[in-house]
């Protein structure tokens, strides 16, 4: 039974080696035909793409062939307009060496001809000098003088007339330039004032408070007057209480506390309570609101006007102008409009713009100091400005603008000129309040005089142009009358700067042909 079944599994074992060998052979028959199918497309793919290859090849052999024969035309093109340019200049260059072999022949000729004129000059200067020489003998014997002597005496003679006309054109010269430079300030100062705007109000500081109702005076007193005692102590502020209805007054030198003391007066009647705890918390706080309001001021007018690196506490006294007045005109304003006008005359000056706006602004700062002092305000304002750094044109400026100090700058006297300008101009200041009245009272005055018709005060009381009668009065008289009217205003009436007194005396003879 065993050996049965060894021999049908040799059986078995036989039939799958035979039939895997016939699948092996029928394999590598099915491998060997796609590998000849593979390598004949791979065949026909090699000769397409060197097909291709070679086209573009040719291709490119064309384009680059037809790109160099151009590039040969180009080049044979141009050597050919090359030699075409040669060839011109060679026979420019020909006609030009023709040219000048002839002008050279030419001018041999001229020359000879110029050499024989020389000569006949030459020989006729000789006989015009001999001749001279003869004249010369003859005048010397006629008028008794030698040829050195007539030449010595005439330039003698010319010397003293140059002389006298350079003397005369010299004068004439100074009185032009002059002219020229009074007429050349004049219009600077004019054009300065037309281009800068000022208020022609007075900014007055006022003292006096007014009131709803008297009522109110008694609740400001407080009882046995503890109230107004407080104030005054906290403020520094003396309270005028009297029968004028509905008003009462506030005394103090100090404009900024008379500042406080107002507002503060304000807040406490608007508030209705009124003792002396809420009045010293009050006061405090408008203090502060004050100090506050005097730098912010200061930063205002600092920028306004273009000028920067100001010290902090110079900017706190220019503030403090806001709150102080000189003759009615505020300060801080007559501050402002100095600036400008320093500024505007510099530039036509050809000045430093900036350093003329700044010190027009600080040229009073002297009239706000925190205390008293005997220094005048000129030179108080140099101290300061030394103190916080002020470039020395500025502080030579602020401490010479009333000639406390010597001027060392151009900028010193345009501060001057402005600050007069701008203090004594008609409306600025509460003594010019009366301006119109000067003027007819100069007027008047002028009109008292025997033989004067007519008398005008012009330029604000600057100039009296007086017109008097030709056929009533002598020259002598007009002498007269300017001399002694100057005295009399000078004597008899108060004015800012000078009055020029200009006295008009004509005679017109008129006739008529007919």
């Given at each position: 039974?065993?050996?049965i ?5 040799a ?15 029928a ?13 004949e ?5 090699g ?19 037809s ?20 060839k ?11 040219g ?16 024989a ?6 020989k ?59 007429r ?28 709803e ?97 100001l ?12 709150f ?114 000067r ?15 007519k ?29 002694e ?9 108060r ?19 007919k």
């Open positions: 039974m065993g050996e079944v060894l021999f049908v599994l059986g078995l074992i036989g039939g799958l080696g035979s039939g895997y060998v016939i699948f092996v052979a394999r590598k028959k099915q491998l060997e035909a796609e590998q000849a199918r593979v390598l497309e791979a065949r026909l793919q000769e397409n793409i060197k097909k291709d290859r070679v086209l573009e090849a040719k291709e490119k052999y064309m384009q680059l062939r790109d160099y024969d151009r590039e040969i035309n180009k080049r044979n093109q141009e050597m050919n307009n090359a030699e075409n340019r040669l011109q200049k060679e026979q420019s260059l020909d006609d030009k060496l023709k000048l072999k002839n002008n050279e022949d030419e001018n041999d000729r001229q020359r000879q001809r110029l050499d004129q020389i000569e006949a000059y030459k006729k200067e000789n006989e015009v000098n001999a001749l001279r020489e003869q004249q010369l003998q003859q005048l010397e014997k006629v008028a008794g003088f030698t040829a050195a002597e007539a030449k010595e005496q005439m330039l003698e003679t010319i010397k003293a007339k140059a002389h006298s006309e350079g003397m005369s054109l010299a004068k004439n010269i100074v009185e032009e330039a002059k002219l020229g430079a009074g050349e300030a004049k219009r600077i100062v004019l054009q300065t004032i037309q281009r800068t705007a000022a208020e022609l109000a007075i900014d007055n500081t006022v003292t006096s408070f007014p009131l109702s008297d009522d109110q005076k008694g609740r400001i007193i407080g009882r046995e007057g503890r109230n107004i005692k407080a104030f005054e102590a906290a403020t520094g502020v003396e309270i005028l209480i009297d029968d004028t209805p509905e008003t009462i007054v506030l005394s103090c030198y100090d404009p900024i506390r008379r500042e406080i003391a107002r507002v503060a007066l304000e807040r406490l009647i608007r508030d209705g309570r009124i003792h002396p705890a809420r009045i010293e918390e009050v006061v405090e706080k408008v203090r502060k609101q004050i100090e506050e309001e005097v730098i912010e001021w200061g930063e205002r007018t600092v920028v306004d006007l273009g000028i920067t690196g010290h902090p506490e110079l900017i706190r006294y220019v503030g403090r102008m806001r102080r007045s000189s003759y009615g005109q505020n300060l801080l304003k007559h501050s402002r409009e100095v600036a400008r006008l320093c500024a505007t005359m510099a530039a036509e000056m050809g000045l430093n713009v900036k350093l003329a706006k700044r010190a027009g602004l600080l040229h009073d700062i002297g009239k706000c100091p925190d205390n008293d002092e005997e220094t005048p305000h000129a030179l108080l304002g140099l101290k300061l400005c030394e103190k916080y750094g002020e470039h020395p044109e500025v502080c030579n400026a602020v401490g010479a603008h009333h000639d406390e100090i010597e001027m060392t700058s151009l900028l010193s006297p345009i501060i001057q000129a402005c600050d007069a300008i701008s203090g004594s101009r008609p409306g600025a200041r509460r003594g010019d309040e009366g301006y119109l009245e003027i007819r009272e100069m007027e008047n005055m002028a009109l008292s005089y025997p033989g004067v018709e008398a005008f005060a012009i330029q604000a009381g600057r100039e009296l142009r007086i017109i008097m009668a030709a056929e009533k009065t002598q020259d002598e008289q007009a002498d007269t009358l300017a001399f009217l100057s005295n009399r205003i000078m004597t008899e009436m004015y800012p700067g000078q009055v020029k007194i200009t006295v008009i005396r004509e005679k017109r003879s008129v006739g008529v042909a």
